[in-house]
């Protein structure tokens, strides 16, 4: 089956730390972008990071810049989101995306309208609350 998995997410209060992992399954990273989106309630989906295949480039959003880290190992098939410096403003649903042909600022700007991104995972819910 193929698909994409989230793990990691949970509650932490402001200042503290989380990692989000991108699990796929059934195919191969190798030769996708992969991305971190997330969702709040009542607020549109944004893009907060997103990686090329080789890892050699990557995308943050400016309100994450300096504190969100994006990583992946292919050997593991797996994609990585170090959150640090959390606040909750950061409060969303996370869900990690494969693409095969944007650049990483065009799929987390999602400046293609147009295009439907491969696979999507279910989503890990993050809560930063005291």
């Known amino acids: 089956q193929v698909q994409l998995v989230e793990s990691g997410g949970g509650l932490v209060q402001p200042g503290g730390s989380l990692r989000l992992s991108c699990a796929a399954s059934?195919?191969?990273?190798?030769?996708?972008?992969i991305g971190w989106f997330r969702q709040a309630p009542g607020k549109e989906r944004e893009g907060v990071s997103c990686?090329?295949?080789?890892?050699?480039?990557?995308y943050y959003a400016d309100s994450v810049k300096g504190r969100f880290t994006i990583s992946r190992d292919n050997a593991k098939n797996t994609v990585y989101l170090q959150m640090n410096s959390l606040k909750p403003e950061d409060t969303a649903v996370y869900y990690c995306?494969?693409?095969?042909?944007?650049?990483?600022?065009?799929?987390?700007?999602?400046?293609?309208?147009?295009?439907?991104?491969?696979?999507w995972g279910q989503g890990t819910q993050v809560t930063v609350s005291s």
């Open positions: 990686i090329s295949y080789s890892g050699g480039s990557t």
């Open positions: 059934g195919f191969s990273l190798d030769s996708y972008a």
């Open positions: 995306v494969a693409d095969e042909i944007l650049g990483v600022q065009t799929m987390c700007e999602m400046s293609a309208p147009k295009h439907e991104y491969d696979y």
